[in-house]
């Protein structure tokens, strides 16, 4: 099994820890969530245009410094992106907001 396939055994953020399936989705593609709260979670990219990947992700969490508010991440420039179906990022944590 190479790392991909093993990082795909991860939970998809969103996705409720008793879940049945909470992984990831064949066919889907992924950013992984670097450091923070949310460390080691997948987020769904699947469609997203590049600026919106540039962009990176304002995620609720419970987890944060503030509870209901939202933890940050973001691509760094330079980290290896591929395309097509899996983990094709990642969003490091910057910081949180409430």
């Not at 209901?68 to 330079?78: E, K, N, V």
Request: glycine share 18%; charged share 30%; proline share 11%.
């Amino acid at each position: 099994m190479n790392g991909d396939e093993q990082l795909l055994r991860g939970r998809v953020y969103g996705h409720d820890h008793d879940d049945p399936d909470p992984g990831p989705k064949p066919g889907r593609t992924y950013a992984e969530l670097v450091g923070g709260p949310l460390d080691g979670l997948l987020v769904d990219i699947h469609g997203w245009r590049t600026e919106e990947v540039n962009d990176g992700v304002a995620l609720t969490t419970e987890l944060g410094r503030w509870p209901g508010g939202r933890a940050l991440y973001d691509p760094r420039p330079g980290d290896p992106r591929k395309s097509g179906p899996g983990v094709a990022c990642r969003f490091h944590y910057t910081g949180d907001t409430p």
